[in-house]
């Protein structure tokens, strides 16, 4: 079955820092990927996504390419700010149907 | 002006009781689905429903029941609460053919 897999956290950067959260996934057909960020109290919400190879999803100053070869969509950004401190998911869907999840990466930003 | 909607925001109660979670989307999306988010952030799937047809059941207890009064509506009811259902449940919606789903804020049940 499908599954996705990320970089285990917690993560703590300082202010400015560049951040890469590594995620790969295995999948049956052609899934769309996703980032979602679940800020502290709060629900899930998309960040970014792409539907096909090659594609790049970005918002907010991170993106992610979906990687056909190598089966990955590692969530990038230069330059993090202290607001950016949330839970991160790597997740796929395949049609209209269920997200799979990966188990979540807690990023803390420091000032 | 809140796009998916759930009740409560936290929910204490006693095992062994029955209770109930509502979600309401205003989206006018055609399919909604019901995850859990366990103690350590892990979420999965527990159901899906298109147009109020169940169409995803994973391997959920038959203690947890969906029901979808109208397409806008899917609430969940728990009967005979166990300590390990305690979580965080998210409802979510999405609209047929495109795979975006939006999320509520989340219920927060403690199972006492």
């Known amino acids: 079955g499908d599954s996705v897999t990320q970089m285990e956290g917690p993560v703590t950067l300082s202010e400015e820092a560049c951040l890469t959260i590594?995620?790969?996934?295995?999948?049956?057909?052609?899934?769309?990927l996703f980032w979602y960020v679940q800020y502290p109290g709060e629900g899930l919400q998309l960040l970014l996504k792409a539907t096909k190879a090659d594609d790049k999803g970005s918002n907010k100053g991170f993106e992610a390419t979906y990687r056909k070869e190598t089966t990955s969509f590692h969530l990038e950004k230069g330059s993090v700010q202290v607001s950016d401190s949330a839970v991160y998911f790597c997740a796929l869907s395949e049609g209209n149907e269920k997200l799979t999840f990966g188990t979540g990466t807690r990023l803390t930003i420091i000032p | 002006d809140t796009a998916v909607s759930q009740t409560p925001k936290y929910l204490v109660t006693q095992m062994g009781n029955d209770k109930s979670i509502k979600c309401e989307q205003n989206l006018g999306h055609d399919t909604m689905y019901w995850y859990k988010q366990d103690s350590k952030k892990f979420l999965k799937i527990m159901f899906s429903?298109?147009?109020?047809?169940?169409?995803i059941n994973e391997t959920v207890p038959n203690r947890f029941s969906p029901k979808s009064p109208d397409k806008a509506h899917l609430n969940l009811h728990i009967n005979s609460l166990e300590l390990g259902d305690s979580a965080v449940y998210f409802c979510?919606?999405?609209?047929?053919?495109?795979?975006?789903?939006?999320f509520g804020p989340g219920t927060r049940l403690t199972v006492l």
């Open positions: 429903y298109n147009n109020k047809e169940l169409i």
């Open positions: 979510a919606s999405s609209q047929e053919g495109h795979n975006e789903q939006f």
């Open positions: 590594n995620c790969t996934y295995t999948a049956t057909g052609y899934p769309s």
